[in-house]
T-cell receptor, first 115, second 111 residues
Framework: DAGVIQSPRHEVTEMGQEVTLRCKPISGHNSLFWYRQTMMRGLELLIYFNNNVPIDDSGMPEDRFSAKMPNASFSTLKIQPSEPRDSAVYFC?????????????FGPGTRLTVL | QKEVEQNSGPLSVPEGAIASLNCTYSDRGSQSFFWYRQYSGKSPELIMFIYSNGDKEDGRFTAQLNKASQYVSLLIRDSQPSDSATYLCAVMNSGYSTLTFGKGTMLLVSP
């Protein structure tokens, strides 16, 4: 299996620009998670989808952030407009289901720098 | 606010020693617990999970769980320089399949 695929791996943009991060989960996995990791705050859950439906978006920082999962094999996280404080590594993870032992597998991450 | 606490470290151990990593959590309803390893610049990768009180062994790794004390630990026997990484404790939130992560403990194993 190819694992979780994320693109781009690195993104450098200027404040105010729109940023779109992409994720392809592992085939057959029903749950998808978007995380943000910074030195100060660690790894934070932004949003969780189950069977393509957003279940918990309480971690989305503000209206500038939005996420979609139009089908089982693709999800996007969009930031519009971007701000320097959005600079972080964004990870997508997927898991087979919602059981107690269902492990989350992480993609390689997208390192976002907003100038 | 569900919290997962870890000592940030660094925890320094010599090669061949036992490294002990600890984690406490606030959600008393949590049922399963995960340890991830993250090398610098890489993504977290699962080491093991535990959901029953007691010890669970997998090779050089042993996870220990005490739900009454809300405490999870990871022991690494015969530590190797390649074990040098940040270790993240993650707790599955009661009622969901989401995880709350600690900020991690950096482990340094010196040759």
């Amino acid at each position: 299996d190819a694992g979780v695929i994320q693109s781009p791996r690195h993104e450098v943009t200027e404040m105010g620009q729109e940023v779109t991060l992409r994720c392809k989960p592992i085939s057959g996995h029903n749950s998808l998670f978007w995380y943000r990791q910074t030195m100060m705050r660690g790894l934070e859950l932004l949003i969780y989808f189950n069977n393509n439906v957003p279940i918990d978006d309480s971690g989305m920082p503000e209206d500038r952030f939005s996420a979609k999962m139009p089908n089982a094999s693709f999800s996007t996280l969009k930031i519009q407009p971007s701000e320097p404080r959005d600079s972080a590594v964004y990870f997508c993870a997927s898991s087979p289901g919602t059981g107690l032992t269902d492990t989350q597998y992480f993609g390689p991450g997208t390192r976002l720098t907003v100038l | 606010q569900k919290e997962v606490e870890q000592n940030s470290g660094p925890l320094s151990v010599p090669e061949g020693a036992i490294a002990s990593l600890n984690c406490t959590y606030s959600d008393r309803g949590s049922q399963s617990f995960f340890w991830y390893r993250q090398y610098s610049g890489k993504s977290p990768e699962l080491i093991m999970f535990i959901y029953s009180n007691g010890d669970k062994e997998d090779g050089r790794f042993t996870a220990q769980l005490n739900k009454a004390s809300q405490y999870v630990s990871l022991l690494i026997r015969d530590s190797q320089p390649s074990d040098s990484a940040t270790y993240l404790c993650a707790v599955m939130n009661s009622g969901y399949s989401t995880l709350t992560f600690g900020k991690g403990t950096m482990l340094l194993v010196s040759p």
